[in-house]
């Protein structure tokens, strides 16, 4: 497939000697250091991550000033509910 880039001078020139030094055809060099960059790239992007997709619950009106639940707010809910279920009393 042919493509056309525009790449730095500095770059192609680099790729270039890589491709004298190697004596390999520039077209070779470039798919090589492609192969190279998108295999040392993938392992991050095959992770598997299962998305959870929680229900959007809507409320006839706003919470009250100090009843929001924040984040700071649930981990003391279930700060609370923990320390519920080992039967200690704050």
């Given at each position: 497939?042919?493509?056309?880039?525009?790449?730095?001078?500095?770059?192609?020139?680099?790729?270039?000697?890589?491709?004298?030094?190697?004596?390999?055809?520039?077209?070779?060099?470039?798919?090589?250091?492609?192969?190279?960059?998108?295999?040392?790239?993938?392992?991050?992007?095959?992770?598997?991550?299962?998305?959870?997709?929680?229900?959007?619950?809507?409320?006839?009106?706003?919470?009250?000033?100090?009843d929001e639940l924040t984040p700071e707010r649930v981990a003391d809910?279930?700060?609370?509910?923990?320390?519920?279920?080992?039967?200690?009393?704050?």
């Amino acid at each position: 497939m042919k493509t056309t880039l525009d790449l730095p001078d500095e770059l192609m020139r680099t790729v270039r000697i890589r491709a004298a030094e190697e004596n390999l055809k520039l077209k070779e060099v470039v798919a090589n250091l492609l192969r190279l960059g998108l295999t040392a790239a993938s392992p991050e992007k095959r992770m598997v991550r299962n998305r959870v997709q929680f229900p959007l619950v809507e409320c006839a009106h706003p919470a009250k000033p100090g009843d929001e639940l924040t984040p700071e707010r649930v981990a003391d809910i279930l700060a609370d509910g923990e320390v519920a279920d080992l039967g200690i009393v704050r």
